[in-house]
């Protein structure tokens, strides 16, 4: 059983910068990509970005492009989300989760894996 968990969440002013982390078990790097999904209070959960494990294509979505980049270290099983010019409107609980399949990274249903979750709380 795959296992995913995020770290490196917290308070953060807007335009500041946070990395979180998901570390996963050592079977990981069987799953094809992975993703962080995002979702605040009320709201339905949305794709923030993806990458895969072997060639490191990375999708990100439109509302993060150029300020979030998505990277992984095959050798710790290990993916960031790295974070800058962060917005109020970043503020909610960061998913990573883990896919089998190629392709349509932006669907959560597309997901086989996923972790706990780790709190953004951007303060304006």
């Known amino acids: 059983q795959v296992q995913l968990v995020e770290s490196g969440g917290g308070l953060v002013q807007a335009g500041g910068s946070l990395r979180l982390s998901c570390a996963a078990s050592?079977?990981?790097?069987?799953?094809?990509?992975m993703g962080w999904f995002r979702q605040a209070p009320g709201k339905e959960r949305e794709f923030v970005a993806a990458i895969t494990w072997s060639a490191g294509s990375t999708y990100f979505a439109d509302s993060v492009k150029g300020r979030f980049t998505i990277s992984r270290d095959n050798a710790k099983n290990t993916v960031y989300l790295q974070m800058n010019s962060l917005k109020p409107e970043d503020t909610a609980v960061y998913y990573c989760?883990?896919?089998?399949?190629?392709?349509?990274?932006?669907?959560?249903?597309?997901?086989?894996?996923w972790g706990q979750g780790t709190q953004v709380t951007v303060s304006s």
């Open positions: 050592a079977r990981i790097q069987s799953n094809y990509a």
């Open positions: 989760a883990g896919t089998l399949y190629a392709g349509s990274y932006n669907f959560a249903n597309r997901y086989d894996y």
